[in-house]
């Protein structure tokens, strides 16, 4: 059974850092592609950025220079460390494993098999 638990979101003002977590299990995050995703109210699940089995990783526009992702593989974890925060990154944030071992990143909802239960960030100005 797999499972992705995030945690970390929360209610911080522009400018501000938050780091995201998300500890799979069933899997081990270092043999797959894990994807970061993100859905605001009343707008589509939207691809933030990636992380290949190599560690590579790819943003999209808005975030790059901002967002980096990481992995700990001793945990069994990837992050999402969220720099100068904007109000338009508000939304609930999702990790995501797409279960083709040594995989590279995929930028589609539908390459992900596994996704976590989300997590909330709101950026007030």
């Known amino acids: 059974q797999v499972q992705l638990v995030e945690s970390g979101g929360g209610v911080v003002q522009a400018g501000d850092s938050l780091r995201l977590s998300c500890v799979a299990s069933?899997?081990?995050?270092?043999?797959?592609?894990m994807g970061w995703f993100r859905q605001a109210p009343g707008k589509e699940r939207e691809f933030v950025g990636g992380?290949?089995?190599?560690?590579?990783?790819y943003y999209r526009d808005s975030v790059k220079g901002r967002f980096t992702i990481s992995r700990d593989s001793a945990k069994n974890t990837v992050y999402l460390q969220m720099n100068n925060l904007k109000p338009e990154d508000t939304a609930t944030y999702y990790c995501?494993?797409?279960?083709?071992?040594?995989?590279?990143?995929?930028?589609?909802?539908?390459?992900?098999?596994?996704w976590g239960q989300g997590t909330q960030v709101t950026v007030s100005l």
């Open positions: 995501a494993l797409n279960d083709r071992r040594f995989s590279t990143i995929e930028l589609g909802i539908s390459d992900y098999r596994y």
């Open positions: 069933g899997r081990t995050v270092g043999y797959y592609a």
């Open positions: 992380l290949s089995w190599r560690a590579t990783t």
